[in-house]
């Protein structure tokens, strides 16, 4: 089974922090992907990256940077917390789709709630 | 800019009762459509994906349909229980970068009274 792991289910931090939040996944997928989740607006894509070292904006990058430095691990870096940052935040990963859009199917960590005070 | 719609956006049902819940989207040019389940506070999992050459798509319970011409697809859920209650977002899927892209409706939230 695929397994993406999220550091943290739950966080609470204060305005101006620098907060980072980690994900794993076991699969060797090539394409990992943030996503924030807010009521009445959906999921919506933060960043990508299709390949260690490579990242790419989402809809929402505004605020947040992504660090990729081994193929497993997709960080994503809140410089400077704002209480507008509070929210759900998911990743998840997925293998290179070049084999046809068959594979491409997205698999999801659990999720982390962010609180900034 | 792809638009994903989902209606309704709550239902409570009986126990035992047969279901559609409907997606539409704005931009009939994707590669498939991924149908999910999302419980209170967890991540999101995989029901079902539908390819875009693809009319339907079964796995026990669950039918996908893909009307892509028509920006439309509907998630039938038969002989409905408790254990189904959830929220149900569906995602179409472009292309961007060479990497698959998920836009995602905001979701049906589904609640089957015993």
């Known amino acids: 089974d695929v397994k993406v792991t999220q550091s943290s289910r739950y966080l609470v931090k204060r305005t101006g922090e620098k907060v980072f939040l980690e994900c794993v996944q076991d699969?060797?997928?090539?394409?990992m992907f943030w996503y924030r989740q807010d009521p009445g607006l959906g999921l919506r894509l933060i960043y990508f990256?299709?390949?260690?070292?490579m990242k790419e904006k989402g809809d929402i990058p505004e605020g947040y940077s992504v660090s990729r430095e081994k193929k497993e691990r997709f960080s994503l870096i809140l410089e400077s917390a704002s209480t507008n940052q509070t929210s759900m935040y998911l990743c998840a990963s997925s293998p290179w789709g070049g084999g046809g859009a068959a594979k491409n199917i997205q698999y999801f960590g659990a999720g982390t709630r962010l609180s900034v005070l | 800019k792809q638009e994903v719609t989902q209606i309704p956006a709550a239902l409570s049902v009986p126990e035992g009762e047969n279901l559609v819940l409907n997606c539409s989207f704005t931009?009939?040019?994707?590669?498939?459509l991924q149908w999910f389940r999302q419980d209170p506070g967890k991540g999101l999992t995989s029901l079902l994906l539908i390819q875009s050459s693809q009319r339907e798509q079964t796995s026990g319970r669950l039918n996908a349909s893909l009307d892509k011409s028509s920006g439309r697809s509907t998630l039938y859920i038969a002989a409905s229980q408790p254990g189904d209650s959830a929220t149900y977002l569906c995602?179409?899927?472009?292309?961007?970068?060479?990497?698959?892209?998920?836009?995602f409706g905001t979701g049906t939230r589904l609640k089957v009274l015993a």
């Open positions: 931009d009939s040019a994707i590669y498939n």
């Open positions: 990256s299709y390949d260690v070292k």
């Open positions: 995602a179409p899927v472009g292309a961007t970068s060479g990497t698959y892209k998920y836009i």
């Open positions: 699969m060797d997928h090539e394409n």
